[in-house]
């Protein structure tokens, strides 16, 4: 999730875990280690662009990582002796929680997170949020504020974060209930169509959970469509986009593209784009794909010639978020309503 969603939801969560023992101390820790993990993407700024990518949400954001965090800094904060009548093995647990929320929130999202990490590369995506939910994150800031405003013995505090856990759970059962609607439609398709299918996955696009990008991946290609909750026709207009991968023959051993690849857990196609070879990966769409079939991907990684590919898939995050972009997925979303 986003950074913003992970420091309102540590600070609340840790208010509603210790803030009757500790005050509000409970709610600056809460929001720092609930955003620990992503410490990782500082070393991303040292490493090759697809080594970041399997870098981020690595190591730091598994189970392991958090039992071994946990109680170097409850003995680090220990020094301070500021926080009688809650010890070490308080804070080890608090701490723990708190990493641990961190990854549960980031494996709803499509990027892959290694909760096994050392033992195991395999990563989890659960595919049931964009990284960035205003329905999701909204709650946690306005508890997050009034927790702010009130005083540590206010007795209306514990409402405020009760709130955001009730208003979040109401709209993660809308959430699997649509990912549901997504997942039947998608399969009623490839039985009425006599599609194929090695794997396929269904995930939101930005910022709503009621428009769904559904990519089908078969031997030489990919399906892609969208579904909406609200589309009275459930019957799928498929999009056909071939792998590519005759382009990138002679590079097939190539360090870069078979980490990319790795990352992209095999939903990736290449392209030519001016003369330059690209990888894309498919599990972050298209921009503007709910209108174009021909749009270009978010993600985007200069093969050859060497560019510069920071900036790149910068843009491509930043294009799929236009007002001419999300003002089309608006229309897509309501099309069988009007």
């Known amino acids: 999730m986003d950074s913003l969603t992970h420091v309102v939801f540590g600070a609340v969560t840790g208010d509603l875990i210790a803030g009757k023992k500790i005050g509000k101390k409970a709610m600056f820790w809460g929001a720092l280690v609930n955003s620990l993990p992503d410490i990782d993407v500082g070393c991303m700024a040292y490493m090759t662009v697809p080594d970041g990518l399997i870098a981020h949400r690595g190591f730091t954001h598994s189970f392991a990582f958090a039992a071994l965090a946990a109680p170097l800094l409850a003995l680090a904060i220990g020094r301070?002796?500021?926080?009688k009548g809650f010890g070490f093995r308080n804070w080890t647990l608090f701490f723990f929680v708190q990493m641990c929320l961190h990854c549960v929130l980031d494996v709803c999202t499509a990027y892959g997170t290694a909760l096994g990490e050392p033992f195991t590369h395999q990563r989890y995506a659960l595919n049931i949020l964009f990284v960035a939910d205003p329905l999701f994150t909204l709650p946690w800031v306005l508890a997050f504020i009034a927790l702010l405003m009130l005083k540590s013995s206010s007795a209306i505090r514990q409402r405020w974060s009760m709130m955001a856990v009730l208003l979040t759970g109401v709209y993660m059962s809308f959430v699997l209930y649509s990912k549901s609607q997504a997942v039947r439609v998608l399969h009623n398709n490839l039985e009425a169509q006599?599609?194929?299918?090695?794997?396929?996955y269904t995930t939101p696009t930005?910022?709503?959970?009621i428009l769904w990008y559904v990519t089908i991946k078969q031997d030489t290609g990919f399906l892609t469509?969208?579904?909406?909750?609200l589309d009275r026709n459930e019957k799928l207009a498929f999009n056909y986009t071939p792998n590519g991968d005759s382009l990138a023959y002679h590079l097939k051993d190539q360090a870069s593209l078979q980490t990319l690849i790795r990352f992209s857990e095999g939903y990736?196609?290449?392209?030519?784009?001016?003369?330059?070879l690209a990888f894309h990966d498919l599990r972050f769409g298209q921009v503007g794909g709910w209108y174009r079939n021909d749009a270009p991907y978010?993600?985007?990684y200069n093969l050859e010639p060497d560019g510069n590919n920071n900036s790149v898939m910068g843009?491509?995050?930043?294009?799929?978020s236009t007002r001419e972009a999300l003002r089309e997925m608006k229309k897509r979303i309501f099309r069988d309503i009007h």
Not at 194 to 200: G, P
């Open 194 to 200: 006599k599609i194929s299918a090695d794997r396929h």
């Open 298 to 300: 978010v993600f985007r």
């Open 80 to 83: 301070l002796k500021s926080n």
């Open 315 to 320: 843009s491509g995050r930043s294009q799929a």
């Open 225 to 229: 469509a969208h579904y909406s909750l």
């Open 268 to 276: 990736y196609c290449l392209r030519m784009i001016h003369d330059t």
């Open 206 to 209: 930005p910022f709503n959970s």
